[in-house]
């Protein structure tokens, strides 16, 4: 996490008594965090933090399966959001944009982990970043997200709970191997299988997203 923010762990109370009601209208929390931004942007980053760390982690490991990664993807998400001043130009809700934002870097990072082929990689070449914000899209990543959710379901149980130990609970090899009773080694080849099998099992899934996407 950057250090320029703060861990949403340690919230402060002043900070919570000048959040919006949690069961006001969104409309008021948005213009709420848009003032702040206009008087102090590193104080509407810091409102902006720790109101929406925790859920967009809670969004992000859905589709990483490994909160290490899904809290990395997060903090980047936000670090170029304040880096940019991408607050005084988003034209939907910051909420929308960051949500949309994650699940973007998610994208990103399942092509890398789950599509590393010679012609998703020449394909990705052709894609332009704005192409990923198409209205559309959003249905087709969620399609995607469910197909690799369902692709983890069918491992074989071992194979799939060292699986999720490892990127779920972000748990090291021989600290699986310990609680398994088994060798790291063994650890590491049901790692390496299941991520072969999503690989394999995915293939259709990326081409046609980025057959949307050149086209």
Known sequence: MPESFPNPENQDNSVRKNLPDPAGRKDDEELFLRKMFRIDPKHGMDIL????????????????????IAEDLVSEVFFQFFRTKAYQSVSTSYISYLFRSVRNEAFTYLKREFGKTTVFDD?????????????????HFNHL?????????????????????????????????????????????????????LRQHLKSEWLSILLLLIL
């Open 123 to 139: 394909m990705s070449e052709n894609i332009h970043p704005s192409s990923l914000d198409q209205p559309d899209m959003e249905v």
């Open 145 to 197: 997200f469910r197909k690799i959710s369902e692709t983890v379901a069918e491992l074989p149980p071992q194979c799939r709970k060292i699986f999720l130990m490892s990127r779920f609970e972000n748990k090291k090899y021989n600290e699986i191997a310990a609680e398994l009773h088994i060798s790291p080694k063994t650890v590491e080849v049901h790692v390496s299988k299941a991520l072969s099998y």
């Open 49 to 68: 933090f720790r109101t929406y760390y925790t859920p967009l982690c809670s969004h992000a490991v859905r589709f990483v399966y490994s909160r290490q």
